[in-house]
Nanobody
Framework: QVQPVESGGGLVQAGGSLRLSCVVSGGNFSSSGMGWFRQAPGKERELVAA????????KYPDSVKGRFTIARDDAKNMVYLQMNSLKPEDTAIYHC????????????????WGQGTQVTVSS
């Protein structure tokens, strides 16, 4: 069973930075695309970053482009999300997920989810 576990969330002031980490057990990590999603209260879950196998491709929505960076370490079965210049609207629960394909930017290709880590950005 593939199981992602996130860490690194917390409370930060606007303009600050956080680095989220996700370790994945089970499955074949190096053959799987990875993604970070977030869900704020009352809103749908949305992709904030995706990375392909071998880190060839990455994808960010306009809302985080230039501020967030996704990276993976296949030797450690880990994926990271560096978040800079945080804004109050970035407040959400952030989830790491494993794709069924080598690269995926659509939620429907992700089917292994962690519990999430809370990120709160104060103004």
């Amino acid at each position: 069973q593939v199981q992602p576990v996130e860490s690194g969330g917390g409370l930060v002031q606007a303009g600050g930075s956080l680095r989220l980490s996700c370790v994945v057990s089970g499955g074949n990590f190096s053959s799987s695309g990875m993604g970070w999603f977030r869900q704020a209260p009352g809103k749908e879950r949305e992709l904030v970053a995706a990375i392909s196998v071998s880190s060839v491709y990455t994808k960010y929505p306009d809302s985080v482009k230039g501020r967030f960076t996704i990276a993976r370490d296949d030797a450690k079965n880990m994926v990271y999300l560096q978040m800079n210049s945080l804004k109050p609207e970035d407040t959400a629960i952030y989830h790491c997920s494993v794709a069924r394909t080598p690269y995926a930017i659509s939620l429907r290709y992700y089917n292994s989810w962690g519990q999430g880590t809370q990120v709160t950005v104060s103004s």
